[in-house]
T-cell receptor, first 109, second 114 residues
């Protein structure tokens, strides 16, 4: 499975957009980019996924570069409840989502 | 809508004791089921996954085992716990069909082995 690189931590002011980057330079053509988040002591929560096109849902937007070697998760208006560890994962259906150490996002009042 | 349950939420067990963690899914049929473990401050490690009743694939050799006695029930067991078995155990499900399917996680069980 392709692996990802994320910054270990980021801060974001409450109400501002949080932009979380992810590098996945070895991604294969059939692998999707998934984002999950994990609030302390809870199970991971699915956020969004995409293959080539940018995606948006009620939680976030996912911007994937044209060469698919990197992506950015955007939380348009961060709240204190968005403080969590965010995981970027590439998955080709191998039944094994590889969760690295993610980015710890802290939303500051 | 689909929901996934795990119990117990927390567990403290002595070394050498047996273990049984249960996971059930509601609102879907024939799901793929997964057991992950998360050590403190670490990422998730896939332990087992199942694509059907009685079908278990093990990803990591260890003293744990998994069983799927019913379509929507997944059990993680051990005959004798080790200190290294401490961690946060997560069950997840995805829709049957292979390919790349979103996995949805339960609330987890925090196991402490003393």
């Amino acid at each position: 499975d392709a692996k990802t690189t994320q910054p270990p931590s980021m801060d974001c002011a409450e109400g501002r957009a949080a932009n979380l980057p992810c590098n996945h330079s070895t991604i294969s053509g059939n692998e999707y980019v998934y984002w999950y988040r994990q609030i302390h002591s809870q199970g991971p929560q699915y956020i969004i996924h995409g293959l080539k096109n940018n995606e948006t849902n009620e939680m976030a937007s996912l911007i994937i570069t044209e060469d698919r070697k990197s992506s950015t998760l955007i939380l348009p208006h961060a709240t204190l409840r968005d403080t969590a560890v965010y995981y970027c994962i590439v998955d080709g259906g191998a039944n094994n989502l590889f969760f690295g150490t993610g980015t710890r996002l802290t939303v500051i009042p | 809508s689909q929901t996934i349950h795990q119990w117990p939420a927390t567990l403290v067990q002595p070394v050498g004791s047996p273990l049984s963690l249960e996971c059930t899914v509601e609102g879907t049929s024939n799901p793929n089921l997964y057991w992950y473990r998360q050590a403190a401050g670490r990422g998730l490690q896939l332990l087992f996954y199942s694509v059907g009743i009685g079908q278990i694939s093990s990803e990591v050799p260890q003293n744990l085992s998994a069983s799927r006695p019913q379509d929507r029930q997944f059990i993680l067991s051990s005959k004798k716990l080790l200190l290294s078995d401490s961690g946060f155990y997560l069950c997840a499900w995805s829709a049957y069909g292979g390919g790349t399917d979103t996995q949805y996680f339960g609330p987890g069980t925090r196991l402490t082995v003393l």
